[in-house]
T-cell receptor
Framework: EDKVVQSPLSLVVHEGDTVTLNCSYE??????LLWYKQEKKAPTFLFML????IEKKSGRLSSILDKKELFSILNITATQTGDSAVYLC???????????FGQGTRLTINP | DGGITQSPKYLFRKEGQNVTLSCEQN?????MYWYRQDPGQGLRLIYY???????QKGDIAEGYSVSREKKESFPLTVTSAQKNPTAFYLC???????????????FGEGSRLTVL
């Protein structure tokens, strides 16, 4: 059974801290790893990773994939209160039109 | 503006009643999805459809039904057979890729169903 596991499930830090969110996967015919941010309702797309070792970056957010260890991390530097959200990780399957999601990490940034 | 519209945003129903959640998209996407979100469990796939008049069961299809008569629309019916229907339901769509798996999903704002 395909599985995506995120850790930690919950994280509380102070504004300005750097955080690392983890995502491990066991996905048959793995194709891609996606990260989403869910603030209130609709998840919004952050990154899609398909190649190992290549960092994707968007402002203070960055992510990297390790296909040997079946692992991805999402880094957020200089956190702001607006970064508070649930961060979802999902595995994409080669040849299949669906994603397998992890449980999410609830990140809270305190001022 | 292009996007996905779900309705209603909030819905209450009594036990034993069927209810249908609407999902409409104007992104011209072929593939559409229904996910259920419960606290601490992330998103679980209920049904998905790659093209009109075709759909597949996801991981938790029991107690649910769907139809895909139009490209733009993918309604979900929560039947009385669903034992624990109270949840947050998210509809999504994506470009259909014939190879390589799906890419980015675009989500609606969700429908919160509460069974009394």
């Amino acid at each position: 059974e395909d599985k995506v596991v995120q850790s930690p499930l919950s994280l509380v830090v102070h504004e300005g801290d750097t955080v690392t969110l983890n995502c491990s996967y066991e996905v048959t015919n793995f194709r891609s790893l996606l990260w989403y941010k869910q603030e209130k309702k609709a998840p919004t797309f952050l990154f899609m990773l398909t190649s190992s070792g290549i960092e994707k970056k968007s402002g203070r957010l960055s992510s990297i994939l390790d296909k040997k260890e079946l692992f991805s991390i999402l880094n957020i530097t200089a956190t702001q209160t607006g970064d508070s959200a649930v961060y979802l990780c999902a595995g994409g399957i080669q040849g299949a039109q669906k994603l397998v999601f992890g449980q999410g990490t609830r990140l809270t940034i305190n001022p | 503006d292009g996007g996905i519209t779900q309705s209603p945003k909030y819905l209450f129903r009594k036990e034993g009643q069927n209810v249908t959640l609407s999902c409409e998209q104007n992104l011209n996407h072929d593939a559409m999805y229904w996910y259920r979100q419960d606290p601490g469990q992330g998103l679980r796939l209920i049904y998905y459809s790659q093209i009109v008049n075709d759909f597949q069961k996801g991981d938790i299809a029991e107690g649910y039904s769907v139809s895909r008569e139009k490209k733009e629309s993918f309604p979900l019916t929560v039947t009385s057979a669903q034992k624990n229907p109270t949840a947050f339901y998210l509809c999504a769509s994506s470009i259909r890729r014939l190879a390589g798996g799906t890419g980015e999903l675009f989500f609606g704002e969700g429908s919160r169903l509460t069974v009394l």
